[in-house]
């Protein structure tokens, strides 16, 4: 009979029911005649049943998330080249164009 030392790497695995065809087969024949590791078998699949069950994300996470996925998705459809979206390149060329209507003004009325 394989010792509990030898289970106990394969336990964690077995319960998660990722264990490969060999280590099952191994766990499987050792819990069937030894309490201790059936506990902690039976343990040890309690805890991943729970984890499995806990939410990925705490809750009202996934909604805002799925707000911010779309404004993004939005953003990067919108058309690139309406001036509404460069507020600063806007409000920079309407002073440049006063400047100079002003020092054009200036220089042709000789002030
Ligand atoms: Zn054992």
């Known amino acids: 009979m394989v010792s509990c030392t030898d289970i106990e790497p394969l ?3 077995y319960a998660d029911g990722i264990a490969d065809e060999r280590a099952r087969r191994i766990v499987e024949r050792h819990v069937q005649l030894c309490t201790r590791c059936r506990q ?3 343990a040890a699949h309690q805890v991943a049943q729970q984890l499995r069950r806990l939410p990925l994300l705490p ?3 996934s909604s805002r998330a ?3 996925k779309r404004r993004l ?3 990067a459809t919108r058309d690139p080249w309406r001036l509404e979206h460069y507020p600063f390149f806007v409000s920079a060329l309407l002073a440049s ?3 100079l209507i002003t020092l054009l003004a200036l220089f042709y009325l000789g002030i």
Do not use: K, P
């Open 11 to 13: 336990l964690s695995d």
């Open 40 to 42: 902690r078998v039976q």
């Open 59 to 61: 809750a009202g996470v």
């Open 66 to 68: 799925a707000r911010f």
């Open 73 to 75: 998705e939005a953003r």
């Open 97 to 99: 164009l006063l400047i």
